[in-house]
């Protein structure tokens, strides 16, 4: 299978044997991306994965002498497919205890066809995990997921662990997010790239020494491009980080959020802004408010959910005459957004 679909704990040494490919001498054992040999004995006597390897840098550099204030990105690839990890994690989660994600059969019916019907590398490989092992093949497969999340959750813990230990522990901001979500069989789709919920949802926490908002939650729309105003706002930097080119910066402080989660008081839209794109077409955008979310596709095309009735985005709602007001708000205020920079050629309005 495609290593999508690669997925077991380290201890399952792959092995092919001479004749398993055509015109190939065979191999065994575990290599990094660049080719290079993984040593494995057990999970107690072997190489460093990347993200260990990631971490313990950025520990070192904790640990290290600074004499100036200073940033600190750490990048994890975990749960990033292929989903190997040491076994000890995949034991965190027995087989007969995983939960699939709620699932609703034609799911994919009522949205738009734009979308079901673009990327379609995500329901295949869906296709092909049932197609294989049905049900219990999917259920393993949510169970790596799960071991993988638990591995890098380690990781981070292990960096949480070295501030708290050094000097800077009360004078340092922490931000853990992610680059994307991941359908993990919603939807008949296992993959990212999609104008769904779970994969345009990402975790945001932030914690700010002597924030008042520490350990509450935000119910409000963000967005990643919020992330440097915030920074810029809480260090005190610059607002015009363009080396004075008169170029204003996007996105907002989320500071009033970080001193009271239940805020209104704040510069920012009332929704998130998202969009995909394949390859030079028109891209789609959709826009999440608390309550909504509401996509207008290139070919104009449109999703409306309503996530106080529907979280799992089982009902599309674009054609309800009871929901016209709330679409027609959301509308304007995508291209709202749009209009602030450009609307794509081609692109409905």
């Known amino acids: 299978?495609?290593?999508?679909?690669?997925?077991g704990p380290l201890s399952d040494i792959p092995e092919w044997k001479p004749g398993d490919v055509?015109?190939?001498?065979?191999?065994?054992?575990?290599?990094?991306?660049d080719g290079a040999p993984f040593r494995y004995v057990d999970d107690n006597d072997r190489d460093r994965l990347p993200d260990e390897i990631s971490v313990d840098w950025a520990i070192n550099k904790l640990e290290q002498d600074h004499d100036r204030p200073f940033y600190l990105a750490v990048g994890l690839t975990k749960p990033h497919t292929p989903l190997y990890v040491p076994g000890k994690y995949f034991a965190?989660?027995?087989?007969?205890?995983?939960?699939?994600?709620?699932?609703?059969?034609?799911?994919?019916?009522?949205?738009?066809?734009?979308?079901?019907?673009?990327?379609?590398?995500?329901?295949?490989?869906?296709?092909?995990?049932?197609?294989?092992?049905g049900i219990e093949a999917w259920r393993e497969f949510v169970q790596a997921y799960l071991a993988t999340i638990?591995?890098?959750?380690?990781?981070?813990?292990?960096?949480?662990?070295?501030?708290?230990?050094?000097?800077?522990?009360?004078?340092?901001?922490?931000?853990?997010?992610s680059d994307n979500g991941y359908h993990v069989g919603e939807k008949?789709?296992?993959?990212?790239?999609?104008?769904?919920?779970?994969?345009t949802r990402v975790p945001l926490l932030v914690h700010v020494p002597g924030c008042a908002g520490h350990g509450q939650v935000c119910d409000f729309p963000v967005s990643h491009v919020d992330l440097y105003p915030t920074l810029v706002d809480l260090c005190n930097?610059?607002?015009?980080?363009?080396?004075?080119?008169?170029?204003?910066?996007?996105?907002?402080?989320?500071?009033?959020?970080?001193?009271?989660?239940?805020?209104?008081?704040?510069?920012?839209?009332?929704?998130?802004?998202?969009?995909?794109?394949d390859e030079q077409e028109v891209p789609h955008f959709s826009v999440r408010s608390r309550q909504y979310r509401y996509t207008l596709c290139a070919n104009g095309e449109e999703e409306l959910y309503d996530h106080e009735a529907d979280p799992h985005e089982w009902k599309n709602l674009f054609s309800s005459a009871e929901h016209s007001d709330i679409k027609e708000e959301l509308h304007r205020e995508l291209m709202t957004m749009l209009r602030e920079t450009s609307v794509p050629e081609g692109y409905p309005s």
């Not at 055509?22 to 991306?33: N, T």
């Not at 965190?92 to 673009?118: G, H, I, K, T």
């Not at 960096?159 to 853990?176: F, H, K």
């Not at 008949?188 to 994969?199: G, M, T, V, Y």
């Open 1 to 7: 299978m495609h290593r999508d679909l690669n997925y």
């Open 22 to 33: 055509e015109g190939k001498p065979g191999a065994k054992g575990w290599h990094y991306k």
């Open 92 to 133: 965190r989660f027995p087989l007969e205890d995983v939960s699939l994600p709620p699932y609703l059969e034609n799911d994919l019916d009522d949205c738009a066809s734009a979308l079901r019907n673009r990327w379609a590398w995500g329901f295949q490989k869906f296709r092909a995990l049932i197609d294989s092992g």
């Open 150 to 177: 638990a591995f890098v959750d380690d990781q981070i813990g292990r960096l949480l662990d070295s501030v708290d230990a050094g000097p800077e522990r009360d004078n340092t901001i922490i931000i853990l997010t």
């Open 188 to 199: 008949d789709c296992i993959q990212k790239w999609h104008l769904w919920d779970e994969s």
């Open 237 to 277: 930097l610059p607002g015009q980080p363009h080396n004075e080119a008169d170029l204003a910066l996007d996105g907002h402080s989320l500071k009033p959020f970080l001193n009271d989660p239940k805020t209104r008081n704040w510069a920012g839209p009332p929704v998130a802004l998202i969009a995909i794109r």
